[in-house]
């Protein structure tokens, strides 16, 4: 057996620039089906000091070829409760994306 491990500290999100730090808050959710735990969405929520708040989901499908891909995103951002940005992507028609390639040597 392997030596046993704390849980990792949460610590907020911390993005340095030239300007001083900005700390956000970082919450979500994974939603899995229930017989193989694949995500069918995930959602992330954070937010500032500044009462400027993010808010995305993308919802997740099996493909016509057995991959699991993204086919809805919607995205908000929020300053206090006013939407100040909504953006809503649908991805669709997906390729199966195939290649082969032969490599030779020759010897003398």
């Avoid at 954070?46 to 809805?72: C, I, K, T, W």
């Avoid at 992507?89 to 082969?100: E, G, I, L, P, Q």
Wanted: glycine letters at 4%.
């Amino acid at each position: 057996m392997g030596a046993e491990r704390s849980p990792p500290q949460v610590k907020p999100l911390q993005i340095e620039h030239a300007e001083p730090c900005t700390q956000f808050s970082l919450s979500g959710e994974v939603w899995v089906r229930e017989n193989d735990f694949l995500p069918v969405r995930v959602t992330l929520v954070s937010g500032s000091q500044d009462l400027v708040r993010q808010e995305a989901s993308v919802e997740y499908a099996m493909s016509s070829f057995g991959a699991l891909l993204p086919f809805f995103t919607e995205h908000h951002e929020l300053r206090g409760t006013t939407v100040v940005a909504e953006n809503k992507f649908s991805y669709t028609d997906f390729h199966k994306f195939a290649a082969s390639s032969d490599i030779k040597f020759e010897t003398q």
